[in-house]
């Protein structure tokens, strides 16, 4: 399983890919807004920190120009995915640019049909949104295991399956069981992955009971 970081706060993310457990980035225009930083300049330099994969998203709503959009966010380096919106004219940039072996991300999936969509336009990426799908009352994690199945009944299927909008590290397991390729987290929460209140309890007795023995390893 693969560990993207859901931000674009380049602090951050140098931060946690020093921890060395990231695979890649995603970014999202809201999450750009946040940063206060200009786009293009950003995701270059997130691209110089992380080698993984980093999502940048086309802004326009026509084909035309979300194409081109998708061509000069491509460029900027070689490890940028497109990221495109799951609408008509997103699947026909998907389409395109994925024909051009541009790698592309398709973001706002809520169903299992849109899903297939994506796996026919030849997406490298499919980001099923689980959070906001949880929060109209739906079950999220149900999506990432309908998805897996279907891509799994077809050898020619080769979209990587994103779990998207996790908001808990109940969703980072449940998503894990259910077989998504790549989870992508917020800092916060990749941080919460990592406590325990029995390993704290635990090095605590550790710690003290080597204190006893007055040795020192260096
Ligand atoms: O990058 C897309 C995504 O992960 C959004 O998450 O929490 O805004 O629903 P959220």
């Not at 380096?77 to 026909?92: E, F, S």
């Not at 024909?99 to 706002?108: A, C, D, F, P």
């Not at 077989?179 to 550790?206: C, I, Q, R």
Request: net charge positive.
């Amino acid at each position: 399983m693969e560990f993207f970081v859901d931000t674009a706060d380049i602090n951050e993310i140098k931060r946690i890919n020093n921890m060395g457990i990231l695979d890649g980035v995603t970014t999202n225009p809201s999450l750009v807004a946040k940063s206060n930083k200009n786009f293009k300049q950003l995701i270059k330099e997130i691209c110089k920190v992380v080698n993984g994969p980093v999502s940048a998203e086309v802004t326009a709503t026509k084909f035309e120009e979300m194409y081109k959009e998708g061509i000069k966010l491509s460029k900027i380096a070689k490890n940028v995915v497109v990221k495109v919106p799951l609408t008509v004219d997103g699947i026909i940039t998907c389409k395109k640019l994925s024909k051009k072996n541009i790698g592309v991300n398709v973001t706002l999936c809520f169903s299992s049909n849109q899903a297939i969509l994506a796996a026919k336009a030849g997406a490298k990426y499919i980001s099923p949104f689980i959070g906001r799908l949880d929060d109209v009352g739906k079950n999220g994690v149900s999506l990432i295991e309908e998805i897996k199945k279907i891509y799994s009944n077809y050898k020619n299927f080769k979209t990587k399956i994103l779990a998207a909008s996790i908001r808990s590290t109940k969703h980072i397991e449940q998503v894990a069981i259910a077989g998504a390729d790549v989870a992508t987290v917020p800092p916060k929460l990749l941080e919460e992955m990592f406590k325990h209140p029995l390993t704290n309890k635990g090095l605590k007795m550790f710690l003290e009971d080597w204190k006893k023995t007055k040795q020192k390893i260096l």
